[in-house]
């Protein structure tokens, strides 16, 4: 006799399926670099988007102020942006080899471009001599330099590679050359580049397997070099003393004035913000809001749903590309990702940190965000460098996880005895 079905009410409703379920927990687990190149593209083309919005906004009234077009700046920016986006895809498609032979040619170009800035051509722009201007074209070298020291520094150290235990191989010629590169900026007066140069630095060494000991001296070294280029300038003391609440009761009037209201515009924005293009504060209470501090500006637009929106996209990069990393056992390879993706995720750290207060402010561009078509091209450049190695190591080392099956051999039966 059949068993007697279930009344309806009694029976227990099936849940939908979620499609999304699981998925966000596979892509951490899969290492395979099909899976990771396309959310590097889609994060990267993303913050940029978002970057080409912001710097229309925020440089809209200063614009028109000024009586500029209040499209310039943006048109500038789109600009740079797609000249970047095509060096990052030219670069994605080359081969490490190439990128190892790019090494030397970058570095000198790069000093060369650092030198000029002491001649005529060079300019000063807000007190920092760090700009090439020929022809009405300008651009800042040192944000090359940045991409060079790590591209060369990889070739070095991965040639180097069984003889970094010794600290003098560890240490020359790394370090004189960064030195100089360093030095360079400095004398530009550009303190804040000049310790993402240093961070670059330590970034390089680390991951090219520099003993801990030479590479804590090092740091030693550059952080003493640190406090001294800020205890010799009057205007870096007065910004640390603003921060540290040490300054006068006219400080919000002087040196706090940008970094106060700043604050004013993250607190202002709420959940959501006030409505993109709605800022209060970019009308002229903070200067120049399209360069360094582009955040504040952000998240009085868009609020803290905003801000959150931009520290998850540069959080989904790091794993991204950390996913990559993992995945290659070359040298070079694995010291260039890594630098470059430090020097990035880094620099935009200390950029958010300094306009929300955290640390002093130092003059640091927020990557793919903040206004600057040397930054912008030279960070995209990074990226495509990024994901030449991911096209490599998925050609060298194929996922198993085709559709077809993999067969093994026949193995051969014994032969019989007659």
């Not at 300038?233 to 940008?258: H, P, V």
Request: glycine share 12%.
């Amino acid at each position: 006799m059949a068993a007697a079905r279930k009344p309806l009410a009694l029976r227990t409703p099936r849940k939908p399926r979620n499609p999304l379920a699981g998925r966000f927990p596979r892509w951490l687990a899969d290492e395979s670099g099909g899976r990771t190149r396309p959310v590097i593209f889609a994060v990267v083309l993303t913050l940029a988007g978002i970057g080409l919005v912001e710097v229309a906004s925020a440089s809209s009234v200063e614009s028109v102020a000024a009586g500029i077009n209040p499209y310039d700046l943006p048109l500038k920016q789109g600009l740079w942006t797609l000249a970047g986006v095509v060096i990052m895809f030219v670069l994605a498609g080359l081969p490490v080899r190439h990128i190892r032979k790019l090494a030397w040619p970058m570095l000198i170009i790069s000093l060369i471009g650092l030198g000029l800035v002491f001649t005529p051509l060079g300019m000063t722009v807000n007190g920092n001599r760090n700009w090439l201007n020929a022809g009405g074209f300008t651009a800042q070298p040192s944000e090359f330099a940045k991409l060079a020291l790590i591209v060369w520094g990889a070739a070095v150290l991965s040639r180097k590679e069984a003889l970094l235990s010794q600290w003098k191989h560890a240490v020359v010629p790394l370090l004189p050359a960064g030195a100089v590169i360093a030095a360079l900026v400095a004398l530009g007066h550009d303190l804040g580049t000049t310790l993402i140069i240093m961070m670059i630095i330590a970034a390089t060494l680390f991951y090219g397997g520099v003993p801990m000991k030479v590479l804590g001296v090092a740091g030693g070294i550059g952080a003493g070099a640190a406090l001294v280029l800020a205890a010799t300038s009057g205007n870096r003391m007065g910004r640390i003393f603003s921060w540290l609440g040490m300054g006068s009761t006219e400080d919000s009037q002087g040196l706090g004035y940008q970094a106060l209201n700043g604050q004013y515009a993250l607190a202002s924005g709420g959940w959501f913000g006030v409505g993109l293009g709605q800022s209060r504060q970019k009308w002229n209470w903070i200067p120049e809001a399209h360069n360094d501090f582009i955040f504040t500006i952000l998240g009085e637009e868009l609020g803290l749903a905003g801000t959150l929106l931009v520290l998850g996209l540069f959080a989904i990069l790091a794993v991204a590309v950390f996913k990559t990393i993992t995945r290659t056992e070359d040298t070079f390879a694995r010291i260039v990702s890594c630098g470059i993706i430090t020097w990035i995720i880094g620099q935009a750290i200390i950029n958010i940190a300094m306009v929300s207060g955290l640390l002093p402010v130092i003059g640091v561009p927020l990557p793919f965000i903040s206004y600057g078509g040397s930054a912008m091209v030279s960070s995209l450049a990074g990226i495509g460098m990024i994901l030449a190695v991911t096209r490599t190591n998925q050609s060298d080392r194929p996922s198993l996880r085709g559709r077809g099956t993999i067969r093994k051999p026949p193995v051969p039966e014994p032969a019989r005895t007659p």
